[in-house]
Nanobody, 127 residues
């Protein structure tokens, strides 16, 4: 059974850091790209970052570039999102997803390419 489980969310002050984890089971990271998405209250779900573990290709949305870093540990079948310099506008439920490798790397964050979703983890940035 294919499953994605996120962890690592929580409450952090502005300027702080968090590391999210996405543990995959039932498939290997080589087959899909793994994307991180987020959804703030009243807003649409948006793609944040993605990684293709087979070749190390990564992509970041402009809003998180130079602050967030995505990485993978293939031995643990886990993808991480290191989030630094967090801002209140980063507050959202963060989801990881297995996505089809269709088109360019940025296309991996298209909602139309999502094959499986995790359950989400809340990130709140507030003083």
């Amino acid at each position: 059974q294919l499953q994605l489980v996120e962890s690592g969310g929580g409450l952090v002050q502005p300027g702080g850091s968090l590391r999210l984890s996405c543990a995959a089971s039932g498939f290997t990271l080589d087959y899909y790209a793994i994307g991180w998405f987020r959804q703030a209250p009243g807003k649409e779900r948006e793609g944040v970052s993605c990684i293709s573990s087979s070749d190390g290709t990564t992509y970041y949305a402009d809003s998180v570039k130079d602050r967030f870093t995505i990485s993978s540990d293939n031995a643990k079948n886990t993808v991480y999102l290191q989030m630094n310099s967090l801002k209140p506008e980063d507050t959202a439920v963060y989801y990881c997803a297995a996505t089809y490798k269709v088109g360019d790397t940025s296309d991996y964050l298209s909602l139309d390419n999502v094959a499986y979703w995790g359950q989400g983890t809340q990130v709140t940035v507030s003083s």
